[in-house]
């Protein structure tokens, strides 16, 4: 069974760093694109970046290019998200998943692990 | 950066009725859009993926049919755990993937 376990969130004030980890179980992970998915409180799914199973490719939403750099671990299945100058508006649950087809289609989902950037 | 836009926002249904819910592409995506459900406290679920192909396991209640930039998901039949707020997302134009804003499902 594929399982995507998330860690690393918590309370950060504004222009601080995170870094958050999804290890993987279940499946080859260097095989497949895995994702980070961000949901802010009361809003929709927002894709934040990927990263191909070697982790020759990586790529971002233009919100965090040159702040967040996702990156991987293919020795201990472990993808991670190296977040920094923090804005309040990066809040929000963040969810690795396992991508199906190249960097998208995310067909499995971890619990999620919750920034908050407050002052 | 292709917009995705849903429509409605809000869709009132009563359990074992049939939902339409719509999405369009502020530029063409081939037939590369996925739907997904999100249920409040759960992980977001893939649905359909190529505008029509039901992931594994995804009950055959679920359609999805389109292309381009029009694309709809039907829920025959709902069940509770189809009352959620489901998103598409299109792959064709990368990066970003982009979603929709949501659709919420609500009895």
């Known amino acids: 069974e594929v399982q995507l376990e998330e860690s690393g969130g918590g309370l950060v004030q504004p222009g601080g760093s995170r870094k958050l980890s999804c290890e993987a179980f279940?499946?080859?992970?260097?095989?497949?694109?895995m994702t980070w998915v961000r949901q802010a409180p009361g809003k929709g799914l927002e894709w934040v970046a990927n990263?191909?199973?070697?982790?020759?490719?990586?790529t971002y939403v233009d919100s965090v290019k040159g702040r967040f750099t996702i990156s991987r671990d293919n020795d201990k299945d472990s993808l991670y998200l190296e977040m920094n100058n923090l804005r309040v508006d990066d809040t929000a649950m963040y969810y690795c998943a396992r991508c199906y087809s190249s960097g998208a289609i995310e067909d499995s989902w971890g619990q999620g692990t919750l920034v908050t950037v407050s002052p | 950066e292709t917009v995705m836009t849903q429509s409605p926002v809000t869709l009132a249904v009563s359990p074992g009725e049939t939902a339409t819910l719509s999405c369009r592409a502020s530029q063409s995506v081939s037939g590369n859009l996925a739907w997904y459900r999100h249920t409040p406290g759960q992980t977001p679920r893939l649905l359909i993926y190529g505008a029509s192909t039901r992931a594994p396991g995804v009950p055959d209640r679920f359609s999805g049919r389109g292309y381009g930039t029009e694309f709809t998901l039907t829920i025959s039949g709902l069940q509770s755990e189809d009352f959620a707020v489901y998103y598409c997302?299109?792959?064709?134009?990368?990066?970003?993937?982009?979603f929709g804003g949501g659709t919420r499902v609500e009895i």
């Open positions: 279940g499946f080859t992970f260097r095989n497949f694109w």
């Open positions: 990263i191909k199973g070697d982790g020759s490719v990586t």
């Open positions: 997302q299109q792959y064709s134009d990368w990066p970003p993937v982009t």
